[in-house]
């Protein structure tokens, strides 16, 4: 564990990784969302700006957040991803501010960073150059093809990301655009396994004393989360295409129009299929051939999908859901993001948050969606100011300096 001052391991009430102190040179997305968890599970994450604007998306809006004094406290985009950090200002490019983040990274146990391949080395701030004076360091890089390969130096973009890793093109209707998600998902999964190998090699580290250099890269974790579509083509040795919101191993389990709107029928086995079936009043449907098993719905889904889509043109969506819910057919409603939070499951697990900057302001966040009962997740501070803790986190560097000269 790292020297963080009033930190007390043996209580039970601390967060999961309370003790540990996380060093993040990490901008826009991937980085900080690995940082924003870690600091939701109790790390200290201290979050190195350039005094000049600092991270990139504390500019990507509107919409931007206000302070109730009128100040602009940075973009919507930025506060998605920096919860719960401290922000010190360092110009690295100096002799001065690279020295100060050696010396912090010296006090540290997790350092993420996501520059360019080879980026921090002339700065001295590279796994190679910072091992020495902290073996134990977990040392994670994000880049956007990784740190070999002959795509290596290139800079890594969520969407180029999405692209090239296949996810567009199994995104989108059928002879349509190749579409990209509507989030940054290879950003967002890279944070998600950036933290799962931290963690990982924090064990390490505690068991033998020997930190590592974690390498993670945006396209690995693309290609990695495409899941059961790589396997279509792995064993069928056929690419997998765009299918609009229809699922190429199912039947039925897409969108359905009803007279009203529209709704998803997700029909996962034979059984939901003849309950669905039967609260349409669809005998002739229940009793074909064709439709028996999946793998007969699969192979006739364009003749199943009109069938479907006659038997519902007279029902409402709300009358749809509460027949589907009463008879165990797995559907749901196509929610807006503003009615997802207004959703009574979403307020019941208090997935909104708002956050007090101790100076007037409530900044609304999203929790993390995990529940550890015994060793809760905390939700302390918003996002910081640029440099709001400078002063606080260079004043302890220096009271352990003094102590560790002492010693």
């Not at 719905?297 to 479907?308: K, T």
């Not at 749901?332 to 979403?346: L, R």
């Not at 550890?372 to 002063?391: K, N, W």
Request: charged share 20%; glycine share 10%; hydrophobic share 40%.
């Amino acid at each position: 564990m790292s020297e963080t001052p009033d930190t007390n391991p043996s209580d039970a009430a601390n967060p999961p990784l309370a003790g540990v102190r996380v060093i993040e040179l990490a901008r826009i997305l991937a980085g900080p969302w690995a940082g924003q968890l870690l600091a939701d599970l109790g790390a200290d994450v201290i979050k190195i700006e350039h005094p000049e604007g600092g991270d990139d998306t504390r500019r990507w809006g509107p919409p931007f957040v206000t302070g109730a004094d009128g100040e602009n406290l940075s973009a919507a985009y930025y506060h998605s991803a920096n919860r719960g950090k401290r922000s010190i200002t360092l110009d690295i490019a100096s002799f001065e501010g690279a020295q100060t983040a050696r010396d912090l990274i010296a006090t540290a146990d997790v350092v993420i960073e996501n520059f360019k391949v080879g980026g921090l080395k002339k700065y001295g701030l590279d796994y190679n150059s910072l091992k020495a004076a902290n073996p134990k360091l977990v040392y994670l890089s994000i880049t956007g093809f990784g740190q070999t390969g002959p795509y290596a130096p290139r800079a890594g973009y969520d969407f180029i990301i999405q692209a090239m890793a296949g996810m567009m093109s199994i995104t989108g209707e059928p002879g349509r655009e190749p579409q990209k998600a509507g989030v940054a998902i290879s950003d967002i999964f890279t944070g998600l396994y950036s933290v799962i190998a931290i963690q990982a090699a924090l064990r390490h580290a505690e068991k033998t004393g020997e930190g590592q250099w974690i390498d993670m890269a945006l396209f690995d974790t693309q290609a990695g989360v495409l899941g059961n579509q790589n396997l279509n083509y792995l064993v069928s040795g056929k690419a997998p295409e765009q299918m609009g919101n229809a699922h190429m191993n199912i039947a039925p389990y897409e969108v359905f129009p009803v007279a009203d709107g529209h709704v998803i029928i997700a029909v996962g086995n034979d059984g939901q299929f003849q309950r669905f079936c039967k609260l349409l009043g669809a005998t002739s449907m229940a009793a074909d051939p064709d439709f028996q098993t999946n793998p007969s719905r699969v192979a006739n889904r364009e003749r199943l999908r009109q069938e479907i889509i006659t038997e519902m043109s007279s029902w409402l969506k709300t009358d749809m859901l509460a027949a589907c819910e009463a008879n165990a057919v797995p559907a749901g409603p196509i929610n807006t993001i503003a009615e997802m939070f207004d959703d009574p499951q979403a307020i019941a697990r208090g997935l909104r948050m708002d956050l007090d900057d101790q100076a007037g302001t409530a900044i609304p966040s999203v929790r993390a969606p995990i529940l550890l009962p015994a060793s809760p997740l905390h939700y302390d501070r918003p996002s910081p100011r640029l440099g709001e803790h400078t002063d606080e986190v260079l004043a302890e560097l220096q009271t352990i300096k003094t102590k560790r000269k002492k010693t």
